[in-house]
């Protein structure tokens, strides 16, 4: 069966340190990965996507960046957080035609 | 560009009566509808989706929704609630092959369940 892991669940940075957070899917192959963000009262908000490995779309300009290096692994960085990227970040997998998408259980970034 | 409208921030509902969470979209051509519901602190579960063919969908945990076209909307309905329903429920839209439309999910409606 096909499973969306995120990690960590939680994470507490301080203003300026570099951020990673990884999502990994399993059994599937070569899908179509996102990644959300979803602040206080305005919903979720794509970041970024991608359709393979290396092949990455931003659909809006921030502070942060992502990265496929394998098939089914994405990831989110940034080199500086602010205050602002605090948030609960969700990544997603578009399994094609009727299937609709799978969330990971996300990730929830606090900026201090 | 595709957008959903939730216009109910928040919603509170007896335990046992009936449920009706309202979503408007706006979209070029048919849409792929979904609901998804969230615990807090947890990700998305999906609880049904529209893609084509009967316009009543069946979901998970005894929730339908019914998709209109004239009136551009897919609302969320129980007949009875329970305690454990309170979340926060969105409803989004997207194509069906992925890709850089992803989904387009309102701003989402918080369920507040009373005794």
């Known amino acids: 069966s096909q499973t969306i892991h995120q990690w960590p669940a939680t994470l507490v940075q301080p203003v300026g340190s570099p951020l990673s957070l990884e999502c990994t899917v399993e059994?599937?192959?070569?899908?179509?990965l996102y990644w959300y963000r979803q602040a206080a009262g305005r919903g979720l908000q794509l970041l970024f996507y991608?359709?393979?490995?290396?092949?990455i779309s931003s659909e809006v300009p921030q502070n942060l960046s992502a990265s496929r290096p394998q098939d089914r692994q994405f990831i989110l960085s940034s080199k500086k957080l602010l205050l602002s990227d605090s948030g609960f970040y969700l990544c997603?997998?578009?399994?094609?035609?009727?299937?609709?998408?799978?969330f990971g259980s996300g990730t929830r970034l606090t900026v201090v | 560009a595709q957008s959903v409208t939730q216009p109910d921030i928040h919603i509170t509902v007896s335990e046992g009566a009936s449920l009706e969470l309202r979503c408007n979209y706006s979209?070029?051509?048919?849409?792929?509808l979904f609901w998804y519901v969230q615990s807090p602190g947890q990700g998305l579960q999906l609880l049904l989706k529209?893609?084509?063919?009967?316009?009543l969908v069946q979901g998970i945990k005894g929730f339908e929704a019914e998709f209109k076209r004239s009136q551009s909307s897919f609302n969320l309905r129980k007949p009875s609630v329970h305690w454990s329903d309170a979340a926060e429920y969105f409803c989004?839209?997207?194509?069906?092959?992925?890709?850089?439309?992803?989904?387009?999910f309102g701003k989402g409606t918080h369920l507040i369940i009373q005794p």
């Open positions: 997603a997998w578009h399994r094609g035609g009727a299937y609709g998408y799978t």
């Open positions: 059994g599937t192959s070569n899908p179509n």
């Open positions: 991608s359709v393979g490995i290396g092949q």
């Open positions: 979209y070029g051509a048919t849409p792929y």
């Open positions: 529209y893609f084509s063919g009967d316009t």
């Open positions: 989004a839209v997207g194509t069906s092959g992925g890709g850089a439309d992803g989904l387009t």
